[in-house]
């Protein structure tokens, strides 16, 4: 699965959010459910979703240039936004179609067919999700995160539009089926909002996960030879790209020359075992500092302000 790059998978998503569309529509046409029709609309946002989570995923694996000296990764933040933006316009539309149609009742058509493409789009949905998902993992991606999240909310949104409008055809109460509209809006209002915090989280330079964090620590100890300490290490992600920056402590004793090249393997490694870009800051090691053999990586003691 993860032989599949970024781009492709947004396609895949390109093509399922199409055929969706007329699907959900379909259904909307065969049995004038509201609720349908909003279920039609949010696949409308996938749409435009994927649309510029495969744009932001382009420009955000541009190199880095001398405008940008770090790389366009917080490109793919920009996508999480505008999807998150799409939801909140699409639920605002869903409210106000819903709030008529309970003013103003309408009776449910045949759900047969109509069911049986929703239910087909909603598979579709499941499916692309996952893909979606294991890619975005694989390759560090928010916008394809974002877009199987999306995709996965609008499964269970088909779910409770099938039920709500199920339960309307079958008991004659048409005004199930704009109360169940209305709280199809509601829900993917919220994922609008995660979506959205994510997105501010991730331009506000938010640290790496624990278990990241904590994978660099044992990468350092692991490599770096005895004697060497290090101080805070700080870390970033930038998309799909992670910093890090740590203070190296070595032996007074060496020379530029020797520091230098131990700090260049150690960035080495850390990209390669963890795909974090590594920056060291070199310090001197106080002189009557005790350094045991093979002692393993640890933090400078805190010598207070």
């Known amino acids: ?79 999480a936004a505008f999807e998150g933006g799409l939801i909140f316009i699409a639920a605002l539309i869903i409210l106000i179609t819903a709030g008529e149609r309970l003013l103003h009742p309408q009776a449910i058509g045949d759900l047969g067919l109509g069911t049986l493409l929703s239910v087909g789009a909603s598979l579709i949905n499941f499916l692309v999700a996952r893909v979606l998902l294991q890619v975005g993992r694989a390759h560090r991606s928010l916008a394809l995160e974002a877009d199987a999240r999306h995709l996965m909310a609008d499964v269970w949104t088909t779910a409770g539009v099938v039920c709500g409008v199920g339960l309307a055809g079958a008991t004659g109460w048409s005004w199930l ?52 300490f290090h101080g805070r290490l700080a870390t970033r992600a930038a998309g799909a790209l992670h910093f890090a920056h740590v203070e190296l402590c070595v032996p007074g004793e060496w020379t530029v020359a020797e520091a230098h090249a131990v700090a260049d393997a150690l960035e080495g490694i850390v990209l390669e075992r963890t795909g974090t870009r590594l920056s060291t800051h070199l310090e001197p090691l106080p002189p009557n500092l005790p350094q045991g053999a093979g002692v393993d990586l640890g933090r400078v003691p805190d010598e207070g302000p």
């Open 1 to 79: 699965m993860t032989s599949i790059t970024p781009r492709q998978a947004l396609l895949l998503s390109l093509a399922a959010a199409l055929s969706t569309i007329a699907m959900k529509t379909g259904a909307w046409w065969l049995t004038g459910s509201i609720g349908y029709l909003s279920d039609a609309l949010e696949s409308v946002v996938n749409l435009a979703g994927a649309g510029f989570a495969l744009w932001m995923v382009s420009y955000a694996q541009r190199p880095a240039d001398e405008d940008h000296q770090y790389g366009h990764g917080k490109a793919e933040y920009f996508s």
């Open 177 to 228: 089926d704009p109360v169940v509209a209305g709280a199809v809006a509601l829900n993917i209002l919220r994922e609008g909002w995660e979506l959205m915090r994510r997105s501010i989280d991730g331009l506000m330079d938010r640290a790496l996960s624990e278990t990241e964090v904590a994978a660099i620590e044992r990468t350092l100890a692991e490599a770096s030879p005895p004697g060497c």
